[in-house]
């Protein structure tokens, strides 16, 4: 059974309401409005984000881990048996790959990879090539040929 959108309501105690503070001494919280007299909790915006009082914080007590290389790179990677969706002897490259759906994104390029078996003799450009996928695709009589 689908519920209607106009027919839906909120559960009773669901939702607190708004209460105001320093609205007046009278109300039970008034004048301090609960932050107690002097010190840093009673004004407004001066703890830090992340600040604990002085101790170390938890961002920096944690010990840190990794290395990110900066000039890695990142391939979209296809498999050898995947490219039997073209026509033999066509010249394969990464616009062609994105466009049967092959590829999303090339990242810093396309790598070719070895999986699969490869029917059909087709010329490849690409970024790289796994050694399995240069030499299934040179056995067809097709070309492997590395662009940048």
């Known amino acids: 059974m689908a519920t209607e959108l106009d027919k839906l309501v909120v559960n009773e105690g669901a939702r607190a309401e708004h209460f105001r503070r320093g609205q007046g001494v009278a109300s039970g919280n008034g004048k301090t409005a609960g932050k107690g007299q002097k010190g840093q909790?009673?004004?407004?915006?001066?703890?830090?984000?992340?600040?604990?009082?002085?101790?170390?914080?938890?961002?920096?007590?944690?010990?840190?881990?990794?290395?990110?290389?900066?000039?890695?790179?990142?391939?979209?990677?296809?498999?050898?048996?995947?490219?039997?969706?073209?026509?033999?002897?066509?010249k394969v490259d990464v616009t062609k790959l994105i466009s049967k759906g092959l590829v999303k994104n090339s990242f810093d390029g396309v790598k070719i990879l070895g999986k699969g078996t490869l029917k059909v003799k087709l010329d490849v450009e690409a970024s790289a090539f796994s050694a399995s996928a240069a030499k299934a695709i040179e056995a067809m009589g097709g070309t492997a040929k590395v662009i940048k």
Request: net charge positive; aromatic share 10%; glycine share 14%.
């Open 41 to 90: 909790g009673a004004h407004a915006h001066t703890k830090k984000h992340g600040f604990e009082g002085g101790q170390m914080t938890l961002a920096r007590r944690i010990p840190k881990f990794g290395f990110k290389n900066v000039s890695t790179k990142t391939f979209a990677t296809v498999n050898v048996g995947d490219l039997n969706v073209f026509a033999a002897g066509e």
